[in-house]
């Protein structure tokens, strides 16, 4: 019977990487071990039709995917690539496509032993309704794997609250704990965290969308003179990289847009091209990113949310934050906020406290506030450098 489910997959137009899958199988290396119901998944970029999602997966143990309604009817998926680890031939990220979807129910995406045909994966997961409505959303920060033992309480309280999408505002992992200042340490310490935390294992998905701060950057406090930034971006977009599809759009490096529910969410690169404090002429998110914020904001009066790694209006703690270490480039900005029709909020992370601020309406033209949530695993206390 699971031999006649494989061949069934097959026909039915299931995704395999077939190429890797017949490398592995002439070289004796089926199978090495791994567990079932074992894969690390997230739900990235989803709509009203579609819905990305990345699975850290045993390319040595090859597996078909399949992504089905609840009484079994098939549905279109595409492997949009898939991203070795370029330190171990054991684990790489693939990832995938599925399409057709409808709002309101939901769906299984399944991934099948390619020898046996036996089940080795299943999640349920949902398109997302992107109409103006009211909607739930969670911002998460800091991450910090080593207290895994301690993070039961929060994932499961993040769950119970039932969000239709989370945005995590930089340190998805601590990269510099115990990876030390290399591209194979960050490479490990990623696929670490993706491996132990729970919120990768939940049975029922929700969409995640992902900007990165100091420790998943490259260290804490690294800025854009880091010399393996660019290893840096391969191995951040390897675990949370999605493909634009209708209104979302990519930006400079990890910088993205995404609109849903009647709100726009620019999630900004505050690492990549971030000037050190006191350089001259300083910036944080640089000219290119400077420019198409403000092209992309100016482009509708929906309002919309402008996401952070770091602190904007944090400048009253003397450590990191835009007001403190480029205040000249945010006065840039929040002029820009009062050019246009679009009214904005902030939301940012970093500083293992959280925090509402109000904005005076002197800064950007209209009272607002920054909503900072750190951290969700992490130490806290805020009169330390973090």
Known sequence: MEFGRRKFLLSAGAATLSATSRKAWSQGMWPVGAPPYGFPIVQLHTDDTSAQ??????????????????D????????????????????ALDHILVEGLQTGRDYVLSAYDERTGARVEERVFRALDTRPRVARFAI????????????????????????????????????????????KGNWRRHIESRRKFNIYKWKRLVPIYATWDDHDFGGNNKDGTLARKSDSLKSFKAMWGWAPRGTALLGPSVA???????????????????????????VQWGSNQESWFARNLAASSTPAWIMNGGQFFGGYLKKESFEYDHPTEL?????????????????????????????????????????????????????QDT
């Open 140 to 183: 998460a920060s800091c991450m910090m794997d080593i207290l895994e033992a301690f993070q039961d309480a929060m994932w499961d309280s993040l769950q119970k609250m039932k969000p239709e999408v989370i945005f995590f505002l930089g340190d998805t992992t601590y990269t510099d704990l115990g990876g030390g200042d290399s591209v």
């Open 53 to 70: 999602f990345r699975l850290l997966v045993n390319p040595l143990q090859p597996c078909i995917y399949e992504a089905t309604t609840t």
């Open 256 to 282: 993205s847009q995404v609109d849903l529910c009647g709100q726009r969410f620019f999630l900004m690169d505050d690492r990549y091209f971030r000037d050190p404090r006191g350089a001259s002429k300083a």
């Open 331 to 383: 006065a840039r900005i929040t002029q820009t906020l009062k050019d246009v029709a679009a009214p904005a909020m902030f939301a940012s992370g970093d500083v293992h406290f959280s925090e509402l601020m109000k904005i005076e309406k002197a800064r950007v033209g209209y009272e607002t506030y920054e909503v900072t949530s750190s951290s969700i695993l992490s130490t806290t206390n805020p009169i």
């Open 72 to 91: 079994g009817r098939a549905l279109p998926l595409t492997i949009l690539s898939s991203t070795p680890q370029p330190f171990n031939s054991s684990e």
